[in-house]
Every structure is written in C-alpha cells, then in structure tokens.
C-alpha cells in the first residue's frame, strides 16, 4: 500500500506558476512511476505527466508541454510538478498517482493508487 498526499495548490492569476508536491509513504517510493492527472468540474479525469522510476524518462500532455516539468526525489520520496505560464484552462483537481509497472503510462487505469488531490485555480 502507498500513501500519496499532493500538496501546493492555490488561486494564481494567469501567467503564474505553481509547484506541486506529491509525497509517498508506506512502501518503496523508486520502486514506482508516478504521473500526475487533473480533473476539472464536469470532465474526465485527464493525464498531465508521469516520469519513470530513476526519472530518466518523461512525458506530458500536448497543452502542457513547454509549460509543466514533473520531477523527482527519491530520498525524499516526493513528487513534483512545476507549472509555468499558467491559463485558465488548467484550472482543476490536480491528483498524483503511483504506478507499480517500469514503463510510464498516461493511462489512469495502469496506476494504482491515488492522492485525494489538490485545488489549482488560475484566474483570467
């Protein structure tokens, strides 16, 4: 069982930035890949970003590429997300996930346990 608890989020007018954090506790954190969802009201939920176990491979969504960096720590068993150049459109419920298989994935379903989220809403 892992544990994942996101922090960081808030209200930032567009253009700002953000850093989230995910930390995990209750087993082995490098033994995961880890991505990054977000929800926004009345949509699915939809892939941000994940990065491998070592963090030595990434991937993100088109709209945030350019914008998002995921990155990590193992010795602190925590997950980030910077986010740049923020818009409107990514107002959501931001979630972090861990995934117990090597390769990354932007599938929700590959992930195997999950955050209770956090709020980011970016003002026009």
């Known amino acids: 069982q892992v544990q994942l608890v996101e922090s960081g989020g808030g209200l930032v007018q567009a253009g700002g930035s953000l850093r989230l954090s995910c930390a995990a506790s209750?087993?082995?954190?490098?033994?995961?890949?880890m991505g990054w969802f977000r929800q926004a009201p009345g949509q699915e939920r939809e892939f941000v970003a994940c990065i491998s176990r070592s963090g030595d491979m990434t991937d993100y969504r088109d709209s945030v590429k350019g914008r998002f960096t995921i990155s990590r720590d193992n010795a602190k068993n925590t997950v980030y997300l910077q986010m740049n150049s923020l818009k409107p459109e990514d107002t959501a419920v931001y979630y972090c996930?861990?995934?117990?298989?090597?390769?990354?994935?932007?599938?929700?379903?590959?992930?195997?346990?999950w955050g209770q989220g956090t709020q980011v809403t970016v003002s026009s």
């Open positions: 996930a861990a995934d117990r298989t090597v390769v990354v994935h932007t599938s929700s379903s590959n992930y195997d346990y």
């Open positions: 209750g087993r082995t954190f490098s033994n995961y890949a």
